[in-house]
């Protein structure tokens, strides 16, 4: 079976339900990740945690230490990685309290350590390629995973990563929305491309947790505190079938 691991982000900072069997801090190049590396069981099938702010929420998106974080998870050993998203939406078919499996992203974020192909000393410089950032055949058994626990999932579409930690304003998602983006989150990137140049496959789960600004009616963070667990009970139902189902194909 392949080593799966998930970070997870706003509303997902642990997992209820997640055995945990050892806990494991990893020195790597790029600093310290996030947290310790959680190995537990779901239902008894393994699987590796990684808290994306750190313990208690601390750490800021653009505070994160994304190079550390996927560092980690392949020296440990992981194939796959399942990143949790909370996002807002931005497409009429995304409402606050529904998932989605992106199939693609736009990046706006700046300023952050972004790549390990970055110049120093012994590197080559490597033009990752990004045709797809999210693994079809992961979005594909995610898919099938949410189908089989009765989870629905709302559809595919576009991520767009902003720098925040401050959100949009409406003109800024009437941009985002030209530009092709479904729904806007702030973690997204770099992950995504650091995953893919450490050859690991890597899909996300997004869940939208209110309208991006300007599209809702009410407060933002009403919005977000209506939706964010329900959004993330769906998150953890189909999880937990990728996970089981997993051990059968292996
Ligand atoms: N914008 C950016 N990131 C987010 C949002 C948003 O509206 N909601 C949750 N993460």
Not at 17 to 26: E, F, M, P, T, Y
Not at 70 to 85: K, N, Y
Not at 110 to 135: I, K, L, N, Q
Not at 197 to 204: D, I, Q, S, T
Request: proline residues 6%; aromatic residues 6%.
């Amino acid at each position: 079976m392949k080593r799966i691991a998930v970070i997870g982000g706003t509303g997902m900072n642990q997992w209820p339900g997640l055995d945990i069997q050892s806990k494991q801090d990893v020195l790597t190049p790029y600093g310290p990740a996030s947290a310790p590396l959680l190995h537990g069981q779901i239902n008894g099938h393994p699987v590796c945690f990684l808290a994306r702010h750190g313990e208690g929420h601390r750490l800021p998106p653009h505070k994160i230490n994304y190079r550390a974080n996927l560092w980690a998870l392949r020296h440990a050993g992981m194939e796959q990685v399942i990143a949790i998203a909370a996002v807002g939406g931005i497409a009429e078919w995304f409402a606050p309290g529904e998932i989605a499996l992106p199939r693609d992203v736009v990046d706006y974020t700046w300023g952050r350590e972004h790549t390990y192909s970055d110049g120093s000393p012994g590197t080559e410089v490597h033009h990752a390629e990004f045709t797809f950032p999210y693994s079809p055949a992961m979005r594909e058994a995610l898919f099938a995973a949410a189908a089989a626990a009765e989870v629905i999932v709302s559809g595919a579409g576009i991520m767009g990563v902003t720098q925040g930690p401050r959100l949009e304003s409406p003109a800024e998602i009437q941009r985002m929305r030209t530009d092709g983006c479904d729904m806007v989150g702030m973690t997204g990137m770099p992950e995504a491309a650091l995953a893919s140049e450490l050859g690991l496959e890597y899909a996300c789960i997004a869940v939208s947790v209110n309208w991006g600004a300007g599209i809702g009616t009410g407060g933002i963070h009403d919005e977000i505190a209506a939706s964010i667990e329900r959004g993330m009970l769906k998150v953890q139902g189909a999880l937990a079938r990728y996970l089981a189902m997993a051990s059968i194909r292996a």
